[in-house]
Every structure is written in C-alpha cells, then in structure tokens.
C-alpha cells in the first residue's frame, strides 16, 4: 500500500517509523511520503488559511493552497487513490472501514488546522473523478486542534489490517469489533504469568484445558464487559 499524508506538520508523523508500521515500511508492504503543505503556498510568509466567509471565530485554510499539494501527490499517483479527509464534521470511524481501507492500493490523507478545509475541496474532488473515493472521517465525538492525530489512529487500525504486517493472523480475527468473532461484543480480561500476583489469582477455568469450558466463560465475561462498558452494541 502506498500513503501520502499533507501537512503542515510534518514532525507529526515521526511515530510512523515506529513499531508495525516502521517495520510495515522497511519490508517494502507500505510506503509512505509526508507532504509539507507550505510548500505550496504562492507568497513569501507561506500562508496556508484566511478568514471564513461569513464571518465567525478562527481562519479556514485555503483550497487554492490545498488543490495544488493535491494535483503534485495525484500527478505521481499510479491509479486512482482513495481520498481520507479526517474531521469532526464526518461519518465515525470504525472496524468496518478500517477493513474498506486496508482493501485500497493507495491512501491519500489531507490534514486540516484551525476550523478547517474550505468545502469546495471534498466537493471538487468528488466530482473529479481523480479518487475513487473521498472519505470523511472522525474518530470520534471530541474536537482535535487538527487532523494529523486522527490520520495516525487511521493508518493504525488501517495498516494492521494488510496481509503480512501483523506477525501473528490470528490477532485480527480475535479483535474486539472483528467480524466473525464475537460480534458486536467486547474483549474479556486477559491474563498471563504468574498464577497469582499481588493476591489476584488468574480464574481457574482458564487452566482447565476444557476448551469449550474456556470459551464460554470469555464469552459471559465479552457479555459482562459489553454490558456494562458498551450497552448500545447489545443488539
Ligand atoms: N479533526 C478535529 N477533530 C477531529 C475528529 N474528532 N476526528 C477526525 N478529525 C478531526
């Protein structure tokens, strides 16, 4: 897979070199280019936004500045990309589009600041017909100052999801929200050496060796957690 984050902090992304991802990269399954949207910019102090039409607090940045960092990432780009625009204004992120996204060849992320991108750029890009598709997204019902951590949290449930980045397959399928597994239900507690710590025992039943015995205690207990964490996802 092939992903191109625009910014105007780049730095943000230093945390892609870590971990899954930075070995992801280093085995050749993922490549990722960070653009510096001032790069773009027409003027000598760089700008990047302007005051909203219509008035209101805080600036919105620019399309003209935005089209063109873009049309330089579509010019190299070998298809057709998927277009992720991460805002608090999107469709809430979930297991389902991670598994959407990790089905894409080649991911473009376009980081907002301030109130954020002016409209006309999902609109012109939808109707383009550069991307097969244009994606916005929020991680959630809370305000970040920008887009870069929601990309980061996107790429992470995205990336682990490709073949051949996870060490271990089954760690996917066992996932809290992995279709097929215990559907709609949270991940039990978990639990590994010492038997016993700090007066805490691990539950008997675990080193029972009854597997069908074990696998319907983790799922009361999937239950037990659901209900009292998540009740909306008790169908
Ligand atoms: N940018 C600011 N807040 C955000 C959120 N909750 N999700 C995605 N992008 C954002």
Redo the contacts with the bound molecule.
């Keep these: 897979m092939r992903v191109d984050l625009i910014t105007i902090f780049p730095e943000y992304f230093a945390p892609l070199k870590l971990s899954l991802f930075g070995k992801a990269q280093e085995s050749g399954l993922v490549e990722v280019e960070i653009h510096d949207l001032r790069k773009f910019t027409q003027d000598k102090h760089k700008t990047v936004d302007d005051a909203p039409y219509g008035g209101g607090p805080g600036m919105v940045m620019s399309p003209v500045v935005w089209g063109e960092a873009i049309d330089s990432v579509l010019k190299n780009a070998p298809g057709k990309p998927l277009l992720v625009v991460?805002?608090?204004s999107?469709r809430v992120?979930n297991q389902e589009m991670a598994i959407k996204l990790a089905s894409f060849d080649h991911l473009v992320f376009i980081n907002?600041r301030y109130e954020g991108i002016d409209s006309r750029v999902v609109e012109h890009y939808q109707q383009s017909g550069e991307f097969s598709e244009v994606l916005e997204?929020?991680?959630?019902?809370?305000?970040?100052?920008?887009?870069e951590v929601?990309s980061l949290v996107i790429l992470e449930a995205t990336s682990r999801l490709i073949n051949g980045v996870l060490g271990n397959e089954d760690s996917v399928s066992d996932d809290s929200f992995a279709p097929g597994s215990m559907q709609n239900l949270l991940e039990g507690p978990i639990f590994t050496r010492p038997a016993s710590w700090r007066g805490l025992e691990v539950p008997e039943v675990l080193s029972s060796g009854d597997h069908a015995k074990i696998a319907q205690w983790q799922k009361d207990e999937a239950i037990k957690r659901t209900s009292k964490f998540r009740p909306d996802l008790k169908a």
């Design positions: 991460p805002t608090p999107g992120f907002g997204i929020s991680i959630g019902d809370y305000v970040l100052a920008g887009g929601a």
